[in-house]
């Protein structure tokens, strides 16, 4: 087990709402195949606080990697949406760059 995982648990459990700590810990779990509890965490920051950016790209990119290509492209939209309210584009064309790739990938 990687030993930042110990460490961004405690801060999780500490601090439920912390999204950052919420991140990095399922960035943490998904370095050890810990998917499903990776998936969790992605999707209870989406839900709590839907304006964290950066976790629209990598919620994403883990629903193509189960083949749940709907909810990734949702995900992505969504994303850019919240990155343009927040004026982030570098977000926004990360996420712009990742929607097309997969929307030509299905085309296949």
Known sequence: MSSKIPTLAAR??????????????????LKINQVTKALVLFENIVN??????????HLAKLYTEINENKKALNT????????????????K??????LLALELELED
Request: aromatic share 12%.
């Open 93 to 98: 064309s990360e996420l712009q760059g990742a």
């Open 12 to 29: 999780v459990k500490e601090n439920p709402n912390d999204s950052f700590s919420r991140f990095a810990l399922a960035l943490e779990l």
């Open 48 to 57: 709590t606080d839907p304006g964290y950016v950066g976790v629209y790209y």
């Open 76 to 91: 992505y939209k969504e994303g850019i949406k919240i990155a343009e309210q927040a004026n982030d584009q570098h977000a």
